[in-house]
């Protein structure tokens, strides 16, 4: 009896990352070597979720070059298919309808989760095994990997990133001002630190150094505005801070409400795009350092949609034509519901449940670990308020002096950020 010809389909979620063509070219090309069919499934969960067969069939020709360039030939979707039951049932259905015996996921956090329930509701509910495989994707670098290892998409969007944060670095000195570049990062500090790290910013802050704490606006306000004094101190009138956009997640609610919205996307998280967190940082440090009579020119700045879709580099290149490969040869030794991972140059899958929160049940976020000699190292660079700054006279006269107050009162007014 002749076996039933396997198909692999692919699909992509969340947000766009340097190097997912490069993953589907590598599963393509391995599973037609090995006599499988391959489906490319657009706009990631968005048509499956209501039933419907968006599809292309992939060959070697159509994915053969395409692992130089960015963003994704399947497009890409934030839509979560675990938000009901129906929704899990259709893409199970739909899916099987198609003839498909293996997924590979290619995302984030979130889209390893719904591959997680996807495989999981075919096993449960309809008896069927649809083996799954995720491939971590996200420039945030966010995802339970062990430390030391990126998520793919991270090393060309920090590439990018401190070249552009660079030029503004550049910009700022020859115009005196100061550029707050808010870097990408829904939780964690990954791409900010590596950005500011990288191009050598003035100053980096990210949600990682202040623990679990939620924090006021005025305190972030104040990190700022004693980096700007210091930095004139010190005969400086510009700078660059590089700014972690989950830091929006640890204010405290009270200090965002002025704002004239706070939309969520279908995961519960923050469009942070709708917050304008540029400018409500900007404004309120303008307005601090007028009130200490200082004068600068701030200009707020997005970073990130500029680095999802850009060309991978060497690494990324070579990174995804590996993990794409490793995640075919999973499936086809009959590995199921893992992400893969290459450590020690080894294949490594990961268990979902190795990945998930017992706690929430949703997909643990790695985060910067704050107490790593790469931090120690990259706070030793920044220029921003430390406790030596208050205990030296000489240091502290100029800063008091830049805003023409008593030292004694200018401890009182900073000391704070230094407990």
Known sequence: ???????????????????????????????????????????????????????????????????????????????????????????????????????????????????????????????????????????????????????????TARALGSQLVTNLMEDAKTTNRWYFAIAMGRTAGHLSLGIGKSSGATLTIIPEEFGDKTIRLQMLVDILVGSIIKRLAGKRNYGVAVIAEGLVEKIAVEDLKELDCTCFDEHGHIRYTELNFPELLKQAVVKNLADLGLKMTIVGKEIGYELRCASPNAFDIEYTRDLGFAAFEFLKNNGTDALITIQNNEIVPIPFEGILDMRTKKTQVRMVNVQSVQYRIAREYMIRLEKDDLYSQADLKKMALTINVDPDDFVKRFAYLLD
Do not use: Q
């Not at 992509?12 to 391995?30: D, L």
């Open 1 to 155: 009896m002749l076996e039933t010809k396997k198909t692999i389909a692919i699909l992509c979620g969340g947000g766009p990352a340097p190097g997912m063509n490069s993953v589907i070219s590598a599963v393509t090309i391995e599973a037609i070597k090995n006599g499988w069919n391959v489906m490319g499934i657009y706009e990631g969960y968005s048509h499956l979720c209501n039933g419907e067969k968006n599809v292309v069939s992939l060959t070697i020709d159509m994915v053969s070059r395409i692992h130089l360039d960015g963003g994704s030939i399947l497009g890409t979707a934030r839509t979560n298919p675990t938000k009901s039951e129906a929704h899990l049932r259709n893409v199970v259905n739909t899916l099987i309808e198609m003839g498909v015996t293996h997924l590979v996921t290619i995302g984030g956090d979130d889209t390893a989760y719904s591959a997680c329930k996807v495989s999981e509701y075919a096993r449960r509910v309809l008896g069927i095994d649809l083996l799954v495989v995720h491939v971590p994707k996200t420039i945030d670098n966010d995802l339970p990997l062990p430390e030391g290892i990126p998520t793919f998409g991270f090393e």
